[in-house]
């Protein structure tokens, strides 16, 4: 079982002005402490779920090339990538971008967007969720093309791309490791089954079944289930205790999970993030 940490929240104790310094010092502390991942939302406004919309936000991707130069064997990964907030080749473009000046770190993580709130506020489009789905499998589609270094037209119902060039190519190969963020059954996991390297599903959110899901649709398009990546998204309390951290973890191992990524609370005292090297990452490496 790896472990990784997603950073949803940039309300630092010293206020802005020390943001760059004290997220480089969280960001080298999980690098140092042997995080596998180290992950950001792909949001503008902050999530209810965290706090207020006017809360401190940054955009992903350039904290993430941030992050890269402040780290050296952490995987950077959007949880999740919007789908409708960067055309398809110029993201692609940005995840090679980042893959290429991070040494070959960068993983793709998308799903298709919710937040229509942001959307709204930042004057983004945000269609109905059936073309949103519509738009992810094109996205897919169109980075998946460009990694691979076809540069014909590319003609779909949304996107129309008449020279799909990516120079320079990633280091990743393949490409980029392509994670697909949610649990839905329908759409969702049918996406992870054709196009994904890995999944992303909420740790305690029915987690066995829509394992269950992804494995017939797997079967459905002929892919072999055991070639899917599993991660959850597991919010880590050292103050519960690190045996129940271990615990929970190995539960998630049992049902086939092999990494689980999420906030650390109390992150900004990097205290957390050093108790979690010592006690938990060894400890549930072979689970």
């Known amino acids: 079982m790896k472990i990784g940490l997603q ?22 502390t999980a690098d140092e402490a042997g995080f596998e991942y180290i992950a950001v939302m792909d949001h ?37 990538t919007g789908t409708i907030y960067r055309e398809p080749g110029i993201l692609a473009k940005i995840v090679t971008t980042l893959d290429v000046l991070s040494n070959g770190r960068a993983w793709l993580g998308i799903g298709a967007a ?11 489009p ?18 998946l093309q460009m990694w691979h270094g076809d540069e014909k037209p590319y003609q779909g119902k949304y996107y129309n791309l008449e020279r799909p060039l990516n120079s320079p190519q990633s280091l990743s190969r393949p490409h980029p490791p392509i994670m697909i ?71 998630l191992a049992g049902l086939g999970f092999h990494a689980a990524i999420g906030a650390v609370a109390n992150v900004w005292d990097v205290t957390p993030l050093e108790v979690i090297g010592a006690d938990v990452i060894p400890r549930v490496a072979d689970f």
């Open 44 to 80: 503008f406004f902050q999530i209810g779920a965290v706090g207020p919309a006017e809360k401190e936000m940054l955009e992903g991707y350039t904290t993430l090339g941030y992050l890269a130069a402040c780290t050296s064997r952490a995987a950077l990964v959007t949880l999740v």
């Open 126 to 143: 945000f269609p109905p969720v059936a073309e949103r789905f519509e738009r992810l499998e094109e996205t897919l589609q169109i980075c």
């Open 181 to 251: 963020g949610g649990g839905g059954e329908k759409k969702t996991l049918r996406l992870v089954a054709k196009y994904a390297d890995a999944c992303n599903l909420f740790a305690g959110r029915d987690e066995a079944r829509k394992l269950d899901v992804l494995r017939q649709h797997c079967e459905a398009v002929g892919r072999d289930y055991d070639t899917i990546y599993k991660t959850a998204y597991y919010p880590f309390d050292t103050s519960r205790g690190t045996q129940r951290i271990i615990d929970e973890l190995g539960a």
């Open 7 to 28: 950073i949803p929240d940039f309300s630092t104790p010293r206020g802005p002005e020390r943001l760059g310094r004290e997220l480089a010092r969280v960001a080298r």
């Open 114 to 124: 919710w937040n229509e709130e942001e959307s709204r506020g930042l004057g983004i």
